[in-house]
């Protein structure tokens, strides 16, 4: 069974600190996602990664960068946490195959409250 | 741009009753749709995912299908439990491998 685990399940900054929320795929794929998920606006891509060191811009970049050194971990960081980034965030990953995307399999979620 | 629409936002049933939950898109042109279920502070576990070229996809008391013409899928639950009782989302594969995502349709299964 394809796992994707994340660091943390429930996560509590101040307003400022610099925050990093990590992400494992254990099914050597190649494509890894970051999503929020806020009551009354679903689920929204914030960046994701085709590859190693490879981003790309998701609908709601800003606020947030993303690191990808290995095929298994893609990071999430809020470089000066605020209030508004208090989410619920949730990791997936997928296989890519000649330019098709395949079924994507998502994290247990991180809740991440800031104060 | 491209949506998903899922209805009714919420559900509430007596066991054991047949239910259908809905959804609709708006890009004829999407590649494969899944249905995922989410428990309350929990993450997302994919229950079935249709290929483009299927029209439909069974897993156990589980049937979803797919009509790519009219943009709708259907979820249908045989036999309610209240162990079904949490959030169901729909979301479409884009040309792009993205995943758009509807709003949910929370259920709620009465014992």
């Known amino acids: ?115 | 741009k491209q949506e998903v629409t899922q209805i009714p936002a919420a559900l509430s049933v007596p066991e054991g009753e047949n239910l259908v939950l809905n959804c609709s898109f708006t890009d004829s042109a999407i590649y494969n749709l899944q249905w995922f279920r989410q428990d309350p502070g929990k993450g997302l576990t994919s229950l079935l995912l249709i290929q483009s070229s299927q029209r439909e996809q069974t897993s156990g008391r589980l049937n979803a299908s797919l009509d790519k013409s009219s943009g709708r899928s259907t979820l249908y639950i045989a036999a309610s439990q209240p162990g079904d009782s949490a959030t169901y989302l729909c979301a479409f594969y884009n040309q792009g491998g993205k995943l758009i995502f509807g709003q949910g349709t929370e259920l709620s299964v009465k014992p």
């Open chain 1, 1 to 115: 069974d394809v796992k994707v685990t994340q660091s943390s399940r429930y996560l509590v900054k101040r307003t400022g600190e610099k925050v990093f929320l990590e992400c494992v795929q254990d099914m050597d794929h190649e494509n890894m996602f970051w999503y929020r998920q806020d009551p009354g606006l679903g689920l929204r891509l914030i960046y994701f990664s085709y590859d190693v060191k490879m981003k790309e811009k998701g609908d709601i970049p800003e606020g947030y960068s993303v690191s990808r050194e290995k095929k298994e971990r893609f990071s999430l960081i809020l470089e000066s946490a605020s209030t508004n980034q208090t989410s619920m965030y949730l990791c997936a990953s997928s296989l890519w195959s000649s330019g098709v995307s395949y079924e994507q399999y998502f994290g247990p979620g991180t809740r991440l409250t800031v104060t």
